[in-house]
């Protein structure tokens, strides 16, 4: 079984930064690619940056520029910097990992962490 922690989240001010993490931890796995989606009150979930084992990344258009995603294969670990936060970013995020497991490959999530950017 593989699990994902993410850590990171809270409240900043408009302009402001921060830095969300997510680590997967487990045995006998792989992974293919790790992302982060995030949720707003009353809106469906969407992608907001992806980036694949071969570190190829894809962002939303709202979040190109601000905000940049990183990973550290050795460490299973997926960052998301965000820069020059605005109140539309106010969100439950979520972290995402396409998982190889022996021949299946399954999407795992967590548990989500709350962004909060005051005006």
């Known amino acids: 079984q593989v699990q994902l922690v993410e850590s990171g989240g809270g409240l900043v001010q408009a302009g402001g930064s921060l830095r969300l993490s997510c680590v997967a931890s487990?045995?006998?796995?792989?992974?293919?690619?790790m992302g982060w989606y995030r949720q707003a009150p009353g809106k469906q979930r969407e992608l907001v940056a992806r980036?694949?084992?071969?570190?190829?990344?894809n962002y939303a258009d709202s979040v190109k520029g601000r905000f940049t995603i990183s990973m550290d294969n050795a460490k299973n670990t997926v960052y998301l910097q965000m820069n020059s936060l605005k109140p539309e970013d106010t969100a439950v995020y979520y972290c995402?990992?396409?998982?190889?497991?022996?021949?299946?490959?399954?999407?795992?999530w967590g548990q989500g962490t709350q962004v909060t950017v005051s005006s």
């Open positions: 995402n990992a396409v998982i190889r497991l022996r021949t299946i490959i399954t999407d795992y």
């Open positions: 980036i694949t084992s071969g570190t190829s990344t």
């Open positions: 487990g045995s006998g796995f792989s992974i293919n690619a």
